[in-house]
């Protein structure tokens, strides 16, 4: 079992940047694929990022490619995301989650944070 908990959400400006953190729980961290997803009011959740279980590996979606930076710490068992250039359509809720094993292109992940609002103010 993996309990997650997402962190350094709010609101910024346009053009601004925010990092979020997602702390996990346990201690087999460095077992698990992470990934973050967003979920905006109306729309279905969209992925934004995930890193293999060493973070030498790394996926984003399209519409992050660029701005957002997502990176791990395996001895804080933290996983963050550095989002730049943040534009009004990044408002969602983002979620952290994480699967048992290696980093796949799917979305079939295990467990997942009760997630965190960004809001950009345009």
Same mark, same amino acid.
């Given at each position: ?7 350094? #959400?709010?609101?910024? &400006? *346009?053009? !601004?940047?925010? @990092?979020?953190?997602? %702390? $996990?729980?346990? =201690? ?6 992470? #990934?973050?997803?967003? &979920? *905006?009011? !109306?729309?279905? @959740?969209?992925?934004? %990022? $995930?890193?293999? =279980? ?6 984003? #979606? ?12 395996? %001895? ?47």
């Amino acid at each position: 079992q993996v309990q997650l908990v997402e962190s350094g #959400g709010g609101l910024v &400006q *346009a053009g !601004g940047s925010l @990092r979020l953190s997602c %702390a $996990a729980s346990g =201690r087999t961290f460095s077992s698990y694929t992470m #990934g973050w997803f967003r &979920q *905006a009011p !109306g729309l279905e @959740r969209e992925f934004v %990022a $995930a890193i293999s =279980r060493s973070g030498g590996i790394t996926y984003y #979606g399209e519409s992050v490619k660029g701005r957002f930076t997502i990176s791990r710490d395996n %001895a804080e068992n933290t996983v963050y995301l550095q989002m730049n250039s943040l534009k009004s359509e990044d408002t969602a809720v983002y979620y952290c989650a994480a699967r048992f094993g290696p980093i796949q292109r799917d979305n079939a992940y295990d467990y997942w944070g009760q997630g965190t609002q960004v809001t950009v103010s345009s």
